[in-house]
C-alpha cells in the first residue's frame, strides 16, 4: 500500500505561463480539479485547484467592464496558484495512510507525487476513497460480516481459525476501535463462497464475540 | 473494478483530423475524418496497407509532417490540451518532456558517432538539468529495465557496436527515460528478425504495464497486431474505417475491407491444400484518385450499391464500441462470403512426388577473411573463414516447394546464390538434371542457366529502370531463345497475362509501376525460361499483405501450371507453412530440421525451430502460444560454436540432457530420422522431443 502504486502517473500538467482560461478548459474536458504546474523537465513549481481559479468578487467590483476583459486574458497560471513550498507534496514511497493523514491534516484533496523536485504522479482523495472501497471488497459477492470483540490479544486468530476450518477463504477484512467503546473493536470481514446461515452460525460459535451485522454483496 | 470507478479521460484524442500535403497540383488531402482515443496503460493498433495515412497521422499528432504537410481540420488533444495550432516552442517541450515517438529503423535515430551512453545521459542533463553523473545512472538502470544485458559496458559502445535489436531497445530506452504519458511507435519491430522482434514486443507490453503509458502503434502486420494492441484502428486510403477492441475486430471484422484483409493472411498451420488466401481486387488508390462523396471502398468492395458509390458514410456504432464506416455491417455476414468470379484462378492438383530435381550434400560456402595478424599482410597468416554455408545436404522433388527459413545471417540467401551460381561453393556437391552446379557460371551450359531462375527480394533493385517491361521480359526469351524471334512479343503478351497484367504495361517503366506489379513483373521474368526450378528470395516480405496474397497465389498457379520445383526463402513461418512442401531450418549455415512442413510446425521439434514458432506473432489474439526466448544473438559464423552450433542459446539442453547437456559443446549432434523424410540435428533423443507440447494451440 505505497503511494507509488496508486498514485496516476502522468498527471495532467500545465506551465506558468498557462493562461488561466486554458487550464479552465483543461480542467473541463479532462474532469480533474487540480492542475500541477511544472517548468522544464516536469519540475513542480506551483498547483492550480479550482478554487484558486475562482476570483474574488471584491477583486473585479473595482474594475470596470473594460477593464476586466483585459484582466482576465492576462491571468497566467503563475498569478494564481499555490506557490513552491506552499504545495503540499509525498513521496511515492510513503504508504496510503500517511497520505491519508497529511490531507486530512491540511483539508486538501490532492498530494502532487514528487521524486527528486520531480513530479511523477498525483494521488487525491478520490484516490483514497477508492482504496478504503477495495479494501473492504466492494463489488465483490459475498458475505460482509461486522463482529463485535473484546480488545485483547488472539480474537482475530479465532475468527480466521474458525473460518479456515470450513475451508472458506476471507476476501477483504478491516479493524477499528468501536466508536465511543473503548474496550471493543468492531472487525468486517468479507467472506465468499459460504452459505450466509453456516457461516453465521460458525461466527456466533465463537465466544465473547459478537456478530452485529451481517449483509450479502 | 477500481478501473471502472477512477474514468480517467483519455490520454489522447483525435477528432476528425484532416491532414494534407501541398503539392504542385494543389493540396492533396492525405488523412480525413480520422478520430480515436487512447487511454493509459492501453495500446491503441493503428493498421493498414502502405500509403493508407499510418504514418501521416503519427507524424500530425507531433506535427512533424514537414514544410508541405499541415493539419486542415479537426483538434488532436493531447491531456486536455488543442495540439493543434500550437508554436513550434510549445510542441517541442511537450515532445521532450510527455511524447516521445520510436520509429522503424533505430540506426536512424541514434547518431553513429556519439557512444550510446552520451546519447542517453543527454536526454536527462539536457530537459531535466540532472547532472551529468547522476544521468549516467539513470541510464544505466533504463537499460536493465529495457533487459540490456552487460548495461554498464553497452553505454561506451557506439550504435554499430550492438545488435539490431539492442539498438531498438536502446531508442525505446531513450524515449522512456522521461517517462513519457504518450509513446508513439511507427512500425518499430518491422526490421528486426522474428525471435528479436518477440522480445522488444514482450518488452513493450512489461513497459505499458509498469509506467501506465498510453502507446499508438503503427504498423501493418496483423500477428504483431494481435499480440501487443488493445484497440485497433484500420485504416484505408486516408479513412478510418473500423475501430474497436482487438477481440472484436479479429473475431468479428465488421467492415469489408477488415475482412478483406483477414482472408489475405495465412494463419499458421493452415496449407495451400486445405485453404486459399484472396486477395482483395483492385489496388488501394493514390489521394488525388480517392472517390468523392462515396465509400472510399466501393470500387473494391464486393458488396458495394448504389448507395455506396453517390454517399459517403461516417464511422458509426456497431456495438460495444466497435465503430465501423459501412453501410451494411449488420448485413454483411463475411462466413457466407465467396470469392467472385476470376478473383482466383483454380488451381490444378499438385503432381504426384517424382524423382529428385536437385540433390545437395554437403555444401559449403565460406567467404575468406583476411587475418588481423602481422604475418597475415606478407601471406603467412592462418587463413579464417566465414562459413556461411557448411554441411548443407538436402534434395527436392520436381514440382515440389522447398521453404526455408531462419534468422537474418544464417545463410539462406548465401545457398540460394551458390546454387544459383552467383557465389562459387567450397566444398561439397550438388547436382540438378544430371549437371554439377558446383562450377563456376561462366563454365555452365546455356541450357543449366535457363532451368535455374531466381525472384529477388527487392524488384527495384532488380529491374533496370531505363528499360520498358516488356524489354526486360523479352531478354531472356531472345537469349535462351525459348520462342522465336517472331514470336517474341506475343510471348512476353502472354508471360504478362499469365501474371495478371495486361498488353498495355509492355511500354511502362519499372517507376510506372507498384510494388506488387514489379514484383510480378520479376516473376514474369523468372518464368521466360520456362525453367525446371525457380529460387525465390525473400518474393513476398517487402509487399503488402493483400498484394502478398495474390504474388503467392501467382506463385502457387504457375507452379502447378508448369510443374516447376521451387526453392522458397523466407522469415514469415506462416507464409512457409502455406506455401511449402518441405521445409528446411537453417541456423548459423547449418540445415538444423529438414522435412515436410506438417512434421516441421508439430513436435518433435529441433530446439531452435520450437523456439522460432513460438515468436511468430500470429494474427488470432485467442491463440494460446508457448513462451520461448533465445537469449542472446547469433554468434558470429566466422568462429562458430563448437559441436551443436545452436548449444549457445539452446534453451532446451540443460533440461533434457543429462550432465546439463555438456555432449552439446564437444560434439556434434547425429542427424536423427523422424519418419523417412524428416530428421532433425540434434543430441537430445526424438522420444523426448515427441514429449515437448505443441508451440501454437488455438481456442
Not at chain 1, 497560471?77 to 506557490?83: I, L, Q
Not at chain 1, 453465521?200 to 465463537?206: K, S, W, Y
Not at chain 2, 488533444?77 to 510549445?90: H, I, N, T
Request: charged share 25%.
Amino acid at each position: 500500500m505505497f503511494v507509488r502504486d496508486y498514485m496516476t502517473k502522468h498527471p495532467v500538467m500545465v506551465e506558468p505561463t498557462t493562461s488561466t482560461v486554458e487550464a479552465q478548459g483543461i480542467m473541463a474536458e479532462t474532469k480533474i480539479r487540480h492542475l500541477p504546474v511544472v517548468e522544464t523537465g516536469k519540475r513542480l513549481v506551483g498547483l492550480v485547484t479550482r478554487e484558486r481559479l475562482r476570483i474574488p468578487p471584491a477583486k473585479l467590483s473595482s474594475l470596470n467592464v473594460w477593464e476586466i476583459t483585459r484582466f482576465l486574458s492576462n491571468l497566467t497560471a503563475k498569478d494564481v496558484m499555490v506557490k513552491g513550498k506552499d504545495v503540499i507534496t509525498i513521496g511515492p514511497d510513503a504508504t496510503l495512510e500517511d497520505a491519508a493523514q497529511t490531507m486530512a491534516k491540511h483539508k486538501i484533496g490532492c498530494l502532487p507525487v514528487v521524486e527528486e523536485g520531480i513530479i511523477i504522479g498525483i494521488l487525491t482523495e478520490v484516490d483514497l476513497l477508492v482504496q478504503l472501497a477495495d479494501l473492504l471488497g466492494v463489488g465483490v459477492p459475498g458475505v460482509r460480516v461486522t463482529i463485535r470483540v473484546p480488545d485483547r490479544l488472539g480474537e482475530f486468530a479465532k475468527i480466521t481459525s474458525a473460518i479456515a476450518s470450513r475451508n472458506w477463504g476471507i476476501y477483504a477484512s478491516g479493524a477499528i476501535p468501536t466508536p465511543k467503546q473503548p474496550q471493543s473493536w468492531d472487525i468486517v470481514i468479507k467472506v465468499r463462497h459460504a452459505p450466509k446461515e453456516e457461516l453465521i452460525e460458525v461466527l456466533q460459535g465463537i465466544e465473547g464475540q459478537q456478530v452485529i451485522d451481517v449483509r450479502e454483496t | 473494478m477500481t478501473e471502472d470507478i477512477l474514468q480517467h479521460s483519455p490520454i489522447l484524442k483525435l477528432e476528425d483530423v484532416a491532414i494534407s500535403y501541398e503539392t504542385r497540383y494543389g493540396d492533396v488531402e492525405a488523412v480525413r475524418q480520422v478520430s480515436f482515443e487512447v487511454h493509459r496503460a492501453t495500446t491503441f493498433g493503428v493498421v493498414g496497407e502502405s500509403g493508407c495515412g499510418k504514418s501521416t497521422v503519427a507524424f500530425g499528432i507531433v506535427d512533424f509532417l514537414g514544410a508541405n504537410g499541415k493539419i486542415v481540420d479537426g483538434s488532436i488533444k493531447f491531456q486536455g490540451r488543442e495540439l493543434v495550432g500550437r508554436s513550434e516552442a510549445d510542441l517541442r517541450k511537450l515532445r521532450g518532456d510527455q511524447i516521445a515517438m520510436v520509429y522503424q529503423d533505430p540506426m536512424q535515430a541514434l547518431n553513429p558517432s556519439v557512444t550510446i551512453g552520451d546519447q542517453l545521459s543527454e536526454v536527462l542533463t539536457t530537459h531535466r538539468g540532472i547532472a551529468t553523473g547522476e544521468a549516467w545512472k539513470k541510464s544505466i538502470d533504463m537499460l536493465n529495465r529495457v533487459y540490456m544485458p552487460d548495461s554498464a559496458n553497452v553505454m561506451k559502445r557506439y550504435p554499430h557496436q550492438i545488435s539490431g535489436g539492442q539498438q531498438q531497445r536502446v531508442v525505446i530506452a531513450m524515449a522512456l527515460l522521461n517517462n513519457p504519458a504518450l509513446l508513439i511507435m511507427d512500425e518499430p519491430t518491422t526490421a528486426l528478425d522474428v525471435t528479436v522482434e518477440a522480445v522488444v514486443l514482450d518488452l513493450i507490453e512489461d513497459l505499458k504495464r509498469d509506467f501506465d503509458t498510453a502507446i499508438v502503434y503503427i504498423t501493418h502486420d496483423l500477428g504483431v497486431v494481435a499480440r501487443v494492441c488493445d484497440y485497433v484502428g484500420v485504416m484505408y486510403a486516408g479513412e478510418m474505417v473500423e475501430t474497436g477492441s482487438v477481440e472484436a475486430i479479429y473475431d468479428n471484422p465488421q467492415h469489408p475491407y477488415t475482412q478483406g484483409l483477414m482472408r489475405c493472411v495465412p494463419r499458421l498451420g493452415t496449407t495451400k491444400e486445405s485453404s486459399r488466401l484472396y486477395p482483395i481486387r483492385g489496388r488501394v488508390p493514390a489521394p488525388k484518385d480517392r472517390p468523392k462523396g462515396a465509400c472510399i471502398f466501393a470500387p473494391r468492395c464486393d458488396y458495394a450499391t448504389d448507395k455506396c458509390h453517390s454517399e459517403h458514410p461516417q464511422l458509426r456504432d456497431i456495438q460495444n464500441g466497435h465503430r465501423a464506416r459501412c453501410f451494411y455491417s449488420e448485413v454483411i455476414d463475411p462466413d457466407a462470403w465467396e470469392p467472385p468470379e476470376g478473383l482466383v484462378a483454380d488451381v490444378p492438383p499438385a503432381l504426384g512426388a517424382e524423382e529428385d530435381l536437385i540433390q545437395v550434400s554437403d555444401l559449403q560456402t565460406y567467404y575468406e577473411q583476411a587475418s588481423r595478424s602481422v604475418l597475415s599482410l606478407v601471406g603467412l597468416g592462418e587463413k579464417q573463414y566465414v562459413k556461411a554455408v557448411d554441411q548443407v545436404s538436402f534434395s527436392i522433388p520436381k514440382g515440389k516447394t522447398l521453404g526455408v527459413v531462419g534468422e537474418s545471417g544464417c545463410g539462406k540467401s548465401t545457398l540460394a546464390k551458390t546454387i544459383v551460381g552467383l557465389e562459387a561453393p567450397s566444398g561439397g556437391e550438388a547436382h540438378f538434371l544430371g549437371f554439377d552446379v558446383t562450377l563456376p557460371l561462366s563454365n555452365r551450359d546455356l541450357k543449366l542457366i535457363q532451368e535455374l531462375q531466381m525472384v529477388f527480394q527487392n524488384p527495384d533493385s532488380t529491374m533496370n529502370p531505363s528499360y520498358t517491361v516488356g524489354h526486360q521480359i523479352a531478354r531472356p526469351l531472345e537469349r535462351f531463345r525459348t520462342v522465336t524471334k517472331d514470336s517474341v512479343y506475343d510471348e512476353v503478351i502472354r508471360l504478362l497475362n499469365a501474371v495478371r497484367l495486361d498488353g498495355s504495361y509492355y511500354h511502362r517503366l519499372p517507376r510506372q509501376l507498384s510494388g506488387g506489379e514489379k514484383q510480378r513483373v520479376g516473376i514474369a521474368r523468372a518464368f521466360a525460361s520456362r525453367p525446371e526450378l525457380v529460387l525465390c528470395d525473400e518474393p513476398v516480405s517487402a509487399l503488402d499483405v493483400s498484394v502478398q496474397a495474390a504474388v503467392l497465389n501467382l506463385l502457387m498457379e504457375i507452379q502447378r501450371e508448369y510443374g516447376t520445383t521451387m526453392m522458397f526463402i523466407a522469415h514469415d513461418l506462416s507464409v512457409v507453412r502455406f506455401f511449402s512442401d518441405y521445409v528446411a531450418v537453417m541456423y548459423l549455415g547449418h540445415v538444423v530440421e529438414i522435412g515436410p512442413a506438417e512434421n516441421i510446425y508439430a513436435p518433435p521439434y529441433m530446439p531452435y525451430t520450437e523456439a522460432l514458432l513460438s515468436a511468430v506473432p500470429i494474427p488470432d489474439p485467442t491463440a494460446e502460444q508457448k513462451h520461448i526466448r533465445l537469449e542472446g544473438t547469433v554468434p558470429s559464423a566466422l568462429n562458430p560454436p563448437s559441436g551443436c552450433v545452436f548449444h549457445t542459446r539452446c534453451p532446451r539442453r540443460a533440461e533434457m540432457l543429462p550432465d546439463g547437456g555438456r555432449i552439446c559443446e564437444v560434439e556434434r549432434p547425429p542427424w536423427q530420422h523422424n519418419t523417412d523424410e524428416h530428421r532433425i540435428y540434434c543430441h537430445i533423443p526424438l522420444e523426448e522431443l515427441r514429449k515437448l507440447d505443441p508451440v501454437v494451440t488455438a481456442v
